[in-house]
């Protein structure tokens, strides 16, 4: 379903959000391979708040660095904007830095992330785990279901597209909660690409044929599959996903921020509705971007921007002085 074009995010440039996430990039971009994550995260997230604040608009957090008292900026129901009661309203989703490990080691697919809708357009999922499933455009609508096993999703996805398991690729993050999965998967000859970290540009390499990745399975963050999911509304595709609660406390988060039932499987527009905007910018070089990079008096980033109603992706490259 094609989303219809929002006049509020209209009002919220395209070219203003990458403009967040090279932000973010950058600050972050400082502190690649020195091993210390925290402040990498925290380099991100000033800078992107400042970027934000910047923009007029009056814009809520949804999903964030976590909730008020864990996190001291951008957190679950932080207002951003110069416009605040005045301006249109945007929700927000964002990870300033999507592999804090990855960028403190220097490894692949460190992304800045940001993703916009109209007020109530994205999930206000709470700060948890969530199983995903995901698969890129063109196969028929409901083939993959987090309520059928590896297995049967392997299987079904390998009939629509004309091939064996075995020629099958699946994208699984690299924990031990993953073994019996990815012990499945090979037991019918599905090739695995495990990743550290990063399940946002997991997600989206489905999409991407040069990947050669094909589905994403696994257990990650919550606020990472709202933001995937986002990035998939824009450029097709099919995602699932359930929020996992191990325990008293995270069953409270979710009625804190209106989840009841605890067991819903989540689909694409469930997650993002209507029209909405994503935007990412490479920290570290990897599958969708190229990371930041230093030469001379200058650094240059690459970033996508991609809009739901109108199926545009934008690839853009910056240039910018230091």
């Given amino acids: 379903m094609t989303a219809t074009a929002s006049q509020t995010l209209d009002r919220v440039l395209v070219l203003e959000m990458v403009r967040v996430t090279e932000a973010a990039a950058v600050a972050a971009s400082t502190l690649i391979g020195r091993g210390d994550e925290k402040a990498a ?5 000033e800078a992107m708040r ?7 608009m009056d814009g809520t957090v949804v999903i964030g660095e976590g909730e008020r008292d864990e996190a001291p900026m951008l957190f679950i129901g932080e207002k951003v904007g110069s416009a605040i009661g005045k301006g249109p309203k945007i929700d927000i989703a964002l990870d300033p830095l999507e592999g804090t490990t990855i960028c403190a080691t220097a490894g692949p697919n460190s992304l800045a992330v940001l993703a916009i809708a109209e007020e109530g357009g994205l999930l206000n999922a ?6 995903k499933i995901a698969i ?3 196969y028929p609508e409901g083939l993959i279901d987090l309520d059928k096993s590896p297995t049967e999703n392997v299987t079904a996805l390998a009939a629509a597209k004309g091939v064996e398991p075995r020629d099958i690729i699946a ?3 690299d924990r031990p909660r993953h073994a019996e999965m990815i012990a499945e998967l090979r037991s019918v000859g599905c090739g695995i690409m495990l990743i550290g970290d990063g399940d946002v540009a997991g997600v989206i390499a489905t999409t991407n044929p040069d990947t050669t990745i094909d589905i994403y399975m696994g257990a990650g963050g919550a606020p990472e599959g709202v933001l995937a999911a986002a990035a998939l509304r824009c450029v097709g595709g099919q995602f699932k996903g359930r929020l996992i609660f191990r325990n008293d ?9 209106g989840v009841t039932d605890l067991d819903k499987q989540y689909d694409l527009t469930e997650l993002a ?7 990412a910018t490479g920290v570290t070089d990897g599958s969708l971007l190229a990371g930041v990079k230093r030469k001379g008096g200058k650094m240059t980033t690459e970033s996508v921007v991609m809009r ?5 992706v934008r690839w853009v490259k910056g240039e910018h002085r230091i």
């Fill in 136 to 138: 890129g455009p063109g």
């Fill in 171 to 173: 994208c699984v993050l």
């Fill in 273 to 279: 509705r209507g029209d909405c905007i994503f935007a």
């Fill in 249 to 257: 406390d995270e069953r409270a988060r979710a009625a804190k921020w």
């Fill in 41 to 45: 995260d925290a380099a991100a997230v």
């Fill in 126 to 131: 709470p700060d948890v785990y969530m199983q």
């Fill in 308 to 312: 739901a109603s109108s199926g545009t």
């Fill in 50 to 56: 400042e970027a934000l604040n910047s923009l007029y």
